[in-house]
């Protein structure tokens, strides 16, 4: 149960801290316009400005030595999406929203530098991959990315325990794993993939964050887990952070040649033009120059110690450039203060409804039934509902609805699998998608939707979402707003998520009890 409790408390701690803008409804569009065929730069482009902090980042670095190689000075947003390219564009967003989402939050955890970390690791991955001639290097970056993604949460919403395992990993009395386990019941990959799913990344992205789950991987997500793997223990390496002595340079260098089928002295290379891209956003973000640097000592690897030489070399000879001032947002009104109090409320109850029901071993109908009323009760979504598969997949039926007027939720959602208006929702079954659609109004959304969905059921905006058990689809869990004018706003997304993945969380206890 303490890896439920350490998930727990980090939902708490991110209702109290508000959303995360990494996984906010614009990045979310973001990655739908940019995966879509249909799509144009134009639209892609639209998408990005909705976030005025993200285009104005987005145009800086675009300017950069990096992505602006003698085009001239890219002021617009759509001419860097068409320069740059959809699959960068959008990894680029992502990076930025990182950044944005965590750091100067807990300056002494050390959480910036597990940021650089991981725009470092994602971006040598991506470098080797593409020397290795891997067909889609942008989600070996997204891989890259992510690989770190517990330790950035656990750092961020639970730093006083992260602060404990800091220092029990300089007393070297125990490896860094266990020092996770003991500290949270779980390690930190298991955080990382249970939040990476719960924020609709693809499967191949989630399983490539653990050595475990990595194991089903073949082709190229093999060689995404491999990259992603090695690099983060590269890092480990040069910013001294390993204290297990297990870890050897040259070893994990030659396994990362073996990878890519590319001499060493080429890996240097990918590692050092990594560099200079985090140098380059550090520049236009206000990252300090001095996180970035690697700790010069001596050691006894030599090769190690020469590589760290020439990066902080490196690092400290660039100019210093003057850093973007900090944005302030505007205060909330009180009404807005009183509501956020009431939702935040809200989920704590629910939260421990469900704790007391996986203590109580209830039925799994009864779970459902919480978690399906959590997603109203705790955000402004109007009307959710879980519909179970069956007939051996066959069918998707409402089983549970909870919310305003849920008739036409029961009615519509009576779909059987050769429907041609219910391709779309076993798809996302199929292919374990999130998929978010803020404002249905916007543009190509109703030419895209099954049209007796939208006549039937007539969302606002809505989220539907495939719930997996023991990695098992049982069924879909959909919620929705049909007010005119609302759309689904980035809190109630997170909302939805975080009882998606405590439903998903007490079935499978409830089932390794039985």
């Known amino acids: 149960m303490k890896y439920q409790e350490t998930l727990n408390a980090i939902y708490a701690r991110l209702d109290r801290l508000g959303d995360l803008p990494v996984f906010s409804a614009t990045v979310n569009r973001i990655r739908q316009v940019s995966s879509s065929r249909q799509s144009d730069a134009m639209a892609l482009a639209m998408a990005v400005m909705k976030d005025a902090n993200l285009s104005a980042k987005l145009l800086k670095i675009a300017n950069t030595h990096t992505y602006n190689r003698g085009q001239g000075k890219i002021s617009a947003v759509s001419r860097a999406v068409?320069?740059?390219?959809?699959?960068?564009?959008?990894?680029?967003?992502?990076?930025?929203?990182?950044?944005e989402s965590f750091r100067d939050e807990q300056p002494d955890t050390g959480i910036e530098q597990l940021l650089i970390s991981a725009f470092l690791n994602a971006s040598i991955a991506r470098e080797m991959a593409a020397a290795a001639g891997a067909v889609?290097?942008?989600?070996?970056?997204?891989c890259g990315l992510l690989y770190g993604l517990g330790e950035i949460i656990v750092a961020f919403t639970l730093p006083d325990t992260y602060r404990d395992m800091l220092r029990q990993r300089a007393?070297?009395?125990?490896?860094?794993?266990?020092?996770?386990?003991?500290?949270?019941?779980?390690?930190?990959?298991?955080?990382?993939?249970?939040?990476?799913q719960s924020w609709g990344f693809p499967k191949t992205v989630v399983q490539a964050m653990d050595p475990l789950s990595a194991d089903q991987l073949h082709g190229k997500d093999k060689l995404n887990h491999r990259l992603a793997a090695g690099c983060h223990d590269l890092l480990e390496l040069?910013?001294?952070?390993?204290?297990?002595?297990?870890?050897d340079y040259t070893e994990l260098m030659l396994?990362?040649?073996?990878?890519?089928?590319?001499?060493?002295?080429?890996?240097?290379?990918?590692?050092?033009?990594?560099?200079?891209?985090v140098c380059d956003l550090a520049d236009e973000y206000g990252l300090r120059n001095s996180t970035i640097s690697p700790r010069v000592e001596a050691s006894e690897d030599a090769?190690?110690?020469?590589?760290?030489?020439?990066?902080?070399?490196?690092?400290h000879s660039r100019e210093a450039r003057r850093r973007d001032p900090d944005v302030v947002p505007a205060p909330l009104e009180s009404a807005q203060l009183d509501e956020k109090a009431h939702w935040m409320e809200q989920q704590l109850i629910y939260l421990q409804r469900?704790?007391?029901?996986?203590?109580?071993?209830?039925?799994?109908?009864?779970?459902?039934?919480?978690?399906?009323?959590?997603?109203?009760?705790?955000?402004a979504l109007e009307r959710s509902a879980f519909c179970m598969l069956?007939?051996?997949g066959k069918e998707l039926r409402a089983k549970l609805v909870s919310g305003l007027d849920g008739r036409p939720l029961r009615h519509f959602f009576q779909l059987r699998r050769d429907d041609e208006w219910a391709t779309l929702f076993f798809r996302l079954m199929d292919k374990r998608m999130t998929l978010l659609v803020p404002d249905t109004d916007e543009p190509g959304w109703r030419d895209r939707l099954p049209a007796e969905f939208m006549q039937q059921v007539d969302p606002r905006g809505f989220i539907m979402a495939p719930l997996a058990v023991n990695d098992r689809v049982i069924g879909l869990i959909y919620a929705d707003k049909i007010t005119p004018g609302s759309i689904v706003e980035d809190q109630e997304f997170r909302v939805f998520n975080q009882f998606l993945v405590q439903a998903r969380l007490g079935l499978e206890v409830l089932r390794h009890r039985r």
């Open 82 to 99: 068409v320069l740059i390219g959809f699959e960068r564009i959008h990894n680029l967003c992502m990076t930025l929203k990182l950044i």
């Open 238 to 247: 040069i910013y001294r952070r390993d204290t297990s002595g297990d870890l």
């Open 171 to 196: 007393l070297k009395r125990e490896g860094w794993p266990r020092i996770q386990l003991q500290a949270l019941g779980g390690h930190f990959s298991d955080i990382g993939q249970d939040l990476a």
């Open 136 to 142: 889609d290097i942008e989600e070996t970056y997204i």
């Open 354 to 379: 469900l704790n007391e029901l996986i203590s109580e071993q209830a039925g799994a109908t009864s779970l459902l039934e919480v978690a399906v009323d959590a997603i109203v009760k705790s955000c």
């Open 255 to 277: 396994d990362l040649a073996s990878a890519t089928r590319q001499p060493v002295d080429s890996l240097d290379q990918h590692v050092s033009e990594a560099f200079r891209q």
């Open 303 to 315: 090769p190690l110690d020469e590589a760290t030489r020439k990066l902080a070399y490196y690092v």
């Open 390 to 392: 069956g007939s051996e």
